[in-house]
């Protein structure tokens, strides 16, 4: 009998899940949202996903952040021992969806629909 631990196969990125929707996605479809010190309060995004301390992961999405809110996840994932903060999450999920509008606007440089202008 082997004792060694079961590596996964190569190329397989670790799963996590949703504290919003609890559905599992890889971990490069979700954001870590971390407390920014220990024993803080105040949550925010980590980007990078390499912050110390314990992360609760979460879709890119507001309706997961929402789901998240309602469902009081968040206290509970980060093992805090109050209320968390979360006023740089929802900033975040504000300033990504702004800049998901403007991307996918349609508007062409002139700000007219397929202009040929340039």
């Known amino acids: ?3 060694l631990p079961r590596l996964p196969p190569p190329g397989t990125e670790p799963v996590r899940t949703c504290v919003g929707c609890r559905a599992r996605a890889p971990r490069s479809a979700l954001v870590r ?7 803080a309060s105040r949550a925010a995004v980590d980007d990078r996903a390499s912050a ?4 609760a992961w979460l879709h890119a999405d507001q309706q997961c952040l ?7 996840a968040f206290p ?9 903060d979360l006023d740089a999450v929802h900033a975040w999920f504000t300033d ?6 403007e991307e996918e606007s349609g508007l062409e440089a002139d700000g007219h629909p397929m202009s040929t202008q340039r």
Do not use: C, K, Q, T
């Not at 110390?52 to 992360?55: A, D």
């Not at 990504?96 to 509008?101: E, K, L, N, P, Y």
């Open 52 to 55: 110390p301390g314990r992360g």
């Open 66 to 72: 929402d789901l998240a809110v309602r469902r009081r």
């Open 76 to 84: 509970r994932a980060l093992r805090s021992a109050g209320p968390v």
């Open 96 to 101: 990504r969806s702004d800049a998901v509008i």
């Open 33 to 39: 949202v971390v407390l920014e010190a220990p024993g």
């Open 1 to 3: 009998m082997n004792s």
